[in-house]
């Protein structure tokens, strides 16, 4: 065995394991020192002395030169490993995919945003109505022509799922149960619930049985309005809706009014504003002074609940207008079906808030 070989080999080793087995070759139980040093033995006690001076002096040697190489390669390996799992702090993140708003739900945000700085509560109804609610508390009883305007899904009435009336009781007279054709239903609700003056608007899902084509939809979204007081003109109306033109498309912005028919409203009107960006009209809704009707039918349940009639002398005006159909004139949108049955994502990115 040469010292000075098994010293350089130990030098040499790369690894911890190729010097870990230098070490069993030279000082484990069988290596070549530690035989040397059984053969101490077989020796003189002069010699054996003189010998085994030697070999511990080579043995400290060895162990030293282990020792010292071992640090080298743990710091090496050390080194090593912190240049692998070193983070580069500067280097860009990963850019999470975040969700946006959907279209209909800005327009919504907007549209609630504006009635609310006019001082409007913003209220919800149920969108599986009675016949009652839908139709003939609206002035629309079941012979009503009108009732022809809005395709309607029946729903089979299971007897296990009745609609609730506006205080919560179970009521089970009033005629099928149906997905609510437009949000005018929750006119009658409120009114039931709440005594004048108030002014409320709800926004909410409606549902229509027909053919869905360019701008007709099975399910879109309706913006409900009602103010009921003592003296409620159709000039308030006609500032409210003013109100609403000049908040989407500034101080520029007009309103219009056009006789029609909605048998919930005398007189009846559909209105459009001027947007003055793009010099158009955009027929947005109907509206008009809520009929008497609705508020007998109001009064009439209230009295069956034991409540006060508190419409007598009261009058208000109403409105209804499509949500989406502020984004489709607005944005340009040539197809009503965008915006749920496609749904797709690289539309609606182009709308992202
Ligand atoms: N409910 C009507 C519809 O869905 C819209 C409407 C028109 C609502 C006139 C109103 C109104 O409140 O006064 O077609």
């Known amino acids: 065995m040469d010292i000075n070989t098994a010293i350089a080999e130990m030098h040499r080793a790369v690894t911890l394991e190729a010097l870990q087995s230098l070490k069993v070759h030279y000082l484990g139980k069988n290596g070549l020192l530690t035989q040397e040093m059984k053969a101490l033995g077989k020796l003189s006690p002069e010699e054996r002395k003189e010998r085994g001076r030697v070999l511990n002096e080579i043995k400290q040697a060895l162990e030293n030169a282990v020792r010292g190489r071992e640090k080298e390669l ?16 500067s280097l860009p993140g990963y850019a999470f995919p975040a969700g946006g708003t959907h279209l209909t739900s800005q327009m919504q945000a907007e549209l609630l945003s504006t009635f609310r700085r006019m001082g409007y509560s913003v209220v919800e109804g149920p969108e599986v109505e009675s016949e009652f609610f839908n139709f003939d508390a609206i002035n629309m009883p079941d012979w009503h022509p009108a009732r022809d305007m809005q395709d309607t899904f029946w729903l089979k009435d299971s007897g296990d799922f009745d609609v609730m009336g506006p205080e919560g009781e179970r009521v089970n007279n009033l005629g099928g149960l149906l997905m609510r054709t437009h949000t005018s239903p929750m006119q009658i609700r409120y009114m039931i619930e709440h005594t004048p003056p108030f002014k409320i608007v709800v926004p909410g899902r409606v549902f229509r049985y027909e053919q869905t084509d360019a701008s007709h939809e099975a399910m879109f979204y309706q913006l409900e309005g009602l103010v009921v007081g003592p003296d409620i003109a159709m000039s308030d109306l006609k500032g409210a809706i003013l109100e609403l ?11 219009r009014f056009q006789p029609t028919y909605f048998p919930f409203v005398e007189p009846g009107a559909q209105f459009a504003l001027w947007w003055p960006e793009r010099e158009k009209w955009l027929e947005l809704g109907g509206s ?20 006060p009639r508190v419409y007598d002398g009261m009058t208000g005006f109403a409105f209804g207008m499509g949500i989406e ?17 496609q749904n797709r994502l690289s539309f609606l990115r182009q709308f992202k808030n």
């Open 288 to 307: 008009g002074m809520v009929h008497p009707n609705l508020f007998k039918a109001a009064d009439d349940y209230r009295q069956k609940m034991g409540l």
């Open 245 to 255: 033109a000049r908040s989407l498309y500034g101080a520029q912005a007009k309103a």
């Open 325 to 341: 159909r502020l984004a489709l004139l607005r944005y340009g949108i040539p197809d009503i079906r965008y915006f749920y049955q």
């Open 74 to 89: 743990e710091a090496q390996a050390l080194q090593s490993q912190l240049e692998r799992e070193s983070i580069d702090v």
